[in-house]
């Protein structure tokens, strides 16, 4: 399509006019020319026409073309003015130029007309483009401000070197500093004292390798009242990768925090309790080791009696007093092994995790229990998974959950005897499984459920400790408890734990 051209012709000589529109049809412009003479004509032409461009004759009878440029430049800043003139000297045309006309053609050399035209459209399009570019990019900015400022939540933006730039009227509200006193650094003096070293450290880090910021902190309102925020800021970069700002929210997270900080004081409180009650079963804990470690000692005492023995004949059985010199040793190790295992069961540690073969703490279990289950006829079947993995637990707390089972089994047992089974293996979706499983009394009837509460027993001698001790210590380990009765007799308790 031929481009259109409609031109503000400020011209007296008709002949020139046409000479004019002539070399510019010539070069395929379709020109809409409207040519005035006087001042009020050229006026009421910028007024009412759309316009691409003035061509302007310096002297004129009745009006001037320096005096018709100033109208131009404040009605239409955005129209090329070329000044087309027989008289135009080099200096006037410079002054022209200074002030702001686009171009000057002298009549003499009209071949540059064409030229001039086409670069005066071209940069004024350039202009008005880029005009356009800017305004939209302001009024994106500005439109993205606006919401900014209507997000239920406080905003800012900082500068490449961490400074405030601006931020929302949430915040402002919130802290109750003026825009001015809280931007720069001004943001720091809100900072709890005790988290500005925190804070501004990740800050630094973050302005440093241009990673997101992301920090917890208390920061102070209107009232001089401290509430913790997450801070969290991502970096704006220009197409090289610069950080050119940064944008950030603040979240409120007070209720999360102060629910933080009362589940931790619940967990000390419970520790305290659980500590509390160990110490509370601890009496009877004694008597039941004293009745533990009798037996060893009693076997010491008797090897020992039968090495002398042997020893003391007219002819000592060095062979026999050796082994029973051992068994004494076996006996007394035994004994000490068992105080060992108690003394750690009930000593406040924080849990400790390590690696553990929970195979190897049925075995323990089994040896250590091994005396008490003979005495009231039980016999321990210990079935292990041997490809069983290792788990990351507390080993002290593990035992002490098997010996809770495993002495729970056989007190089921009592009287009648039977068989404690302990088995390891995995469930179908790869959890540890470990059960504990006998042929006693069954579980109360109507009561499986509390068995697990604190201080419930049906035992005269119980406590009703250790089954809750032992799911919470599975349930901290992240595994289940429970128990089933058995098809038969007796019942099975079973406990899951995640591998490594
Ligand atoms: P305690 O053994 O001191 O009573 P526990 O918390 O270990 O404390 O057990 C609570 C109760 O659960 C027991 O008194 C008993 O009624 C029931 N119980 C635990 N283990 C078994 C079992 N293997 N067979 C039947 N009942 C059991």
Known sequence: MKPRLRILLLEDNVADAELVLELLQAEHFVCEPIRVQTRAEFVAAL???????????????????????????????????????????????????????????????????????????????????RKK??????????????????????????????????????????????????????????????????????????????????????????????RWFLVRAVPLRDEHGKVRKWYGTLTDIEDRKRAEQERERLRQL????????????????????????????????????????????????????????SATVMDAERAAGIIDRVRSLYRQDTPKRELVDLNEIIREMTVLLNDTANRNSVSIRATLDPRLPATEADRVQLQ??????????????????????????????????ISVSDSGIGLPVDKSQRMFDAFFTTKAQGTGMGLSISRRIIESHGGRLWASPNTGRGATFQFTLPPT
């Open 270 to 325: 419970e520790s305290d309790l659980a500590y509390v009650s160990r110490v509370m079963t601890m009496g009877e804990l004694a008597a039941s080791l004293a009745h533990e470690i009798k037996q060893p000692i009693a076997a010491a005492v008797i090897h020992a009696q039968a090495c002398t023995r042997w020893l003391c004949r007219d002819v000592p059985d060095v062979a026999a007093a050796c082994r029973a010199a």
């Open 400 to 433: 002490q959950v098997l010996m809770n089972l495993m002495l729970n089994g056989i007190e089921a047992m009592q009287g009648k005897g039977g068989e404690l089974a302990a088995a390891s293996g995995r469930t179908e979706d790869g959890q540890l499984l």
């Open 47 to 129: 007024e009412n026409h759309d316009l691409d461009l003035i061509l302007g004759d310096y002297t004129l009878p009745a009006f001037d073309g320096l005096s018709a440029l100033k109208l131009a430049l404040t009605a239409r800043p955005d129209l090329p003015f070329i000044f087309v003139s027989g008289t135009i000297g080099e200096e006037v045309a410079i002054e022209a130029l200074k002030i702001g006309a686009t171009d000057y053609v002298l009549k003499t050399r009209l071949s540059r007309l064409v030229p001039s035209v086409r670069r005066a459209l071209r940069e004024t399009r350039g202009r008005i483009e």
């Open 133 to 226: 570019a800017e305004e939209a990019a302001r009024r994106s900015e500005k439109e993205l401000l606006e919401v900014i400022e209507a997000i239920p939540a406080m905003a800012f933006t900082n500068v490449a070197d961490g400074s405030n730039a601006w931020a929302n009227r949430q915040w402002v509200d919130y802290t109750g500093l003026s825009v001015q006193s809280t931007s720069g650094l001004g943001w720091q003096a809100t900072l709890h004292p005790d988290d500005v070293d925190d804070h501004m450290s990740r800050w630094q880090q973050s302005l440093a390798t241009g990673e997101p910021f992301e920090s917890e902190a208390r920061h102070r309102n209107a009232n001089g009242e401290y």
